[in-house]
């Protein structure tokens, strides 16, 4: 089914910039698009980003389009997330998240898809 | 932008008793409709797809019904597990912004 491990996260003040890593195992990452949902304290689940199996399409919330990029290497079966110019209403814990689809493999974005695979997620607090 | 409603915020249901949670749609989904549950101090975890099949490892008594604009998420027998917050989620529609409900609660009464 798979295992994702989250990690990069940690303080970061207003403005600053961090790097989080989502490590996959147990199925062929290049096959699967991935996404990034991130959760507020006490509040519920955000969709924030996805990225296609090869890498070539992705896609972003409002809210942090031109501030958060994502991308990965398959070579490392590694999901990325690099988060610029913080704000304090990003502090949330971001898991990393397979998208998946009835038994087919969901490779393209643009297509619909449930996440059927999460890791434990890395927390990202944003503050001075 | 499809939005997702789930009622009530908490439920308070005893050991043993069934637990009915709601989902609402602002349009319709038809049957690209999720069911998640964190528990305390966890990541989600993928319950219900497609209204009603369940995900490898989710035990018979998590049962989804619905289509359309209405869902329901039953649990039946409630364990000391399955005290969580849980979240629907559609999926019709493309990009995913606001896909997910503000979730239900359950707690032990």
């Known amino acids: 089914e798979g295992q994702l491990l989250e990690s990069g996260g940690g303080l970061v003040q207003p403005g600053g910039s961090l790097r989080l890593s989502c490590v996959c195992s147990?199925?062929?990452?290049?096959?699967?698009?991935m996404n990034w949902v991130r959760q507020a304290p006490g509040k519920g689940l955000e969709w924030v980003s996805a990225?296609?199996?090869?890498?070539?399409?992705?896609e972003y919330a409002d809210s942090v389009k031109g501030r958060l990029t994502i991308s990965r290497d398959n070579s490392k079966n590694t999901l990325f997330l690099q988060m610029n110019s913080l704000r304090a209403e990003d502090t949330a814990v971001y898991y990393c998240?397979?998208?998946?689809?009835?038994?087919?493999?969901?490779?393209?974005?643009?297509?619909?898809?449930?996440?059927?695979?999460w890791g434990k997620g890395t927390t990202v607090t944003v503050s001075s | 932008e499809i939005v997702m409603t789930q009622s009530p915020a908490t439920l308070s249901v005893s050991p043993g008793e069934r637990a009915t949670l709601s989902c609402r749609a602002s349009?319709?989904?038809?049957?690209?409709l999720a069911w998640y549950q964190q528990r305390p101090g966890q990541a989600p975890r993928l319950l219900i797809y497609?209204?009603?099949t369940r995900a490898t490892g989710i035990p018979a008594r998590f049962s989804g019904s619905g289509s359309g604009t209405e869902f329901t998420l039953t649990i039946s027998s409630l364990q000391p597990e399955d005290f969580a917050v849980y979240y629907c989620?559609?999926?019709?529609?493309?990009?995913?912004?606001?896909?997910f409900g503000q979730g239900t609660k359950l707690e032990i009464k």
């Open positions: 990225i296609s199996g090869g890498g070539a399409s992705t």
């Open positions: 349009q319709s989904v038809s049957t690209y």
């Open positions: 998240a397979k998208a998946a689809y009835r038994s087919a493999v969901v490779t393209a974005l643009g297509v619909r898809y449930y996440m059927d695979v």
């Open positions: 989620q559609q999926y019709k529609d493309w990009p995913p912004l606001y896909s």
């Open positions: 147990g199925f062929t990452f290049s096959n699967s698009a």
């Open positions: 497609g209204v009603s």
